[in-house]
């Protein structure tokens, strides 16, 4: 199999590394050359208190009005504190214990964010793109379309970051912003409300990764079955996705080759044994006999590279409140998984198909549905940490058939939630249904006809 470390020294991109330089270089510069603000700094400071004493690790402090306050453990730097402090809210923070100030920065750093946001919101509505209500943020083509889900608030702050505006003052509408957009309306076609509302802070504390579809990657294990040319199905699996994220060429102008033995991928489909251009081969990885895993649990699945796996949404289970339980479960790098099989595996996740996630659990999450993106080498079994494997051209071949009747299959969705009574039901009607999936087909990328080709 060929390493990630292979396809990162033989990028095809130097060009862009080149060009990516010159921007940096043209930044450091502009950084340098900023003049240095100045601060008047007054030379006398009123004194906030009449006596300061430091004994035996008890600072105390005689304030103007005669009030006294006091910290044990104190230190010296605490006393030099006081004696610098400047204003009534520093010294009472330096007399803070450390549970306080802890406290303090979190409540400060809550409110920069809400700031933040907030700051961001005219930024947002002024493209058109959103409204915002009650202080919550939506999407306001859903939102006038009476589709009345408000974006969570961490996802709020990830579009300010990422909007872009021309000095028109119009949206432009770059990969970063679009992916975030397509991922959301995804959320909103997902029947649990609360998993679609759990789902981006969970993605963004453990660095999951999103594609250009919206759907997400995770790590989780499977069993092999075993078979005489299982190394096939792992060197077509790994060459397909390392050249899409590594070296960003299209499969298609690939040929998987066999030399002294060895499988390699080449331009030219002469170089070799020919075993087929890898991009149909890759397309035909579920049909191969050599290509069969289960899971650990009852050892009764059926998994391919390859292939979609899923269940009917009502044999999973929704409560956030369980950490194990029926559905497909996916993890993240925090989530110690070394007992669910003997193979890594890397998977693509819809939105729309998260079950739960538990409130409870470290890393670990629910589907309904799954792709089998690839097997993964032991010392790359963390593969999504890499900068150089960008996931952003990843995934056509899931987007495709995740598009194939998405109309009916979220009505099919909805339809076994309610026989459960699930809590957090939509009001989706299926012409709201209709109108989220036209969007998302309006920013579908052109695909050919199995997959998109990157040029």
């Excluded at 097997?375 to 194939?404: A, N, R, W």
């Amino acid at each position: 199999m060929l390493s990630l470390n292979w396809f990162k020294k033989n990028k095809e991109i130097d060009a862009l590394k080149v060009e990516e330089q010159k921007l940096r270089n043209r930044l450091l510069e502009k950084e340098i050359s900023r003049p240095i603000p100045s601060y008047d700094v007054p030379k006398e400071v009123e004194k906030l208190y009449k006596k300061v004493r430091l004994v035996n690790n008890v600072l105390t402090v005689v304030l103007g009005d005669g009030n006294i306050i006091s910290k044990s453990e104190a230190t010296i730097q605490d006393f030099e504190d006081v004696r610098n402090a400047i204003s009534e809210d520093d010294l009472f923070f330096i007399m803070a214990t450390n549970r306080v100030k802890e406290d303090r920065v979190e409540f400060e750093k809550e409110i920069a964010k809400n700031e933040h946001i907030r700051e961001g919101f005219p930024i947002l509505i002024s493209t058109g793109e959103f409204v915002e209500k009650g202080g919550c943020l939506y999407l306001k083509e859903m939102y006038d379309k009476g589709i009345r889900r408000s974006i969570p608030q961490l996802l709020a702050e990830k579009f300010s970051e990422v909007a872009k505006c021309s000095d028109e003052n119009e949206l432009i509408y770059d990969p970063e912003y679009m992916k975030l957009k397509k991922f959301w309306l995804k959320c909103c076609l997902n029947p649990n409300a609360q998993s679609a509302e759990d789902l981006y802070r969970f993605l963004e504390r453990h660095k999951f990764k999103i594609d250009k579809h919206g759907n997400f990657y995770a790590y989780r294990r499977v069993v092999s079955l075993g078979s005489v040319n299982k190394e096939l199905v792992d060197f077509i699996g790994n060459a397909y996705n390392k050249i899409k994220a590594v070296w960003k060429k299209a499969p298609s102008d690939y040929y998987i080759v066999k030399k002294d033995g060895e499988y390699s991928i080449s331009k030219d489909s002469k170089s070799g044994f020919m075993i087929g251009g890898l991009e149909k081969l890759y397309l035909d990885l579920p049909n191969m006999a050599e290509n069969r895993y289960t899971a650990w649990h009852g050892k009764n699945e059926d998994y391919r590279v390859g292939k979609v796996n899923s269940m009917p949404r009502d044999k999973g289970d929704d409560d956030n409140s369980i950490s194990c339980s029926k559905g497909y479960h996916i993890a993240s790098q925090a989530y110690d998984y070394r007992g669910f099989g003997d193979v890594p595996i890397l998977t693509i996740v819809n939105p729309m198909d998260v079950l739960a996630v538990p409130l409870n659990e470290v890393g670990k999450m629910r589907t309904c549905r799954w792709f089998f993106a690839m097997t993964l080498p032991e010392d790359e079994k963390y593969i999504l940490d890499d900068d150089d494997f960008d996931v952003s051209e990843l995934g056509d071949v899931f987007e495709e058939q995740c598009s194939e009747d998405l109309v009916d299959y979220v009505h099919n969705s909805i339809a076994e939630e309610v026989k459960r009574h699930t809590f957090s039901i939509p009001k989706l009607s299926g012409v709201d249904i209709t109108n989220i999936v036209r969007t998302l087909s309006q920013m579908k990328e052109s695909l050919t006809k199995r997959v998109n080709v990157i040029k």
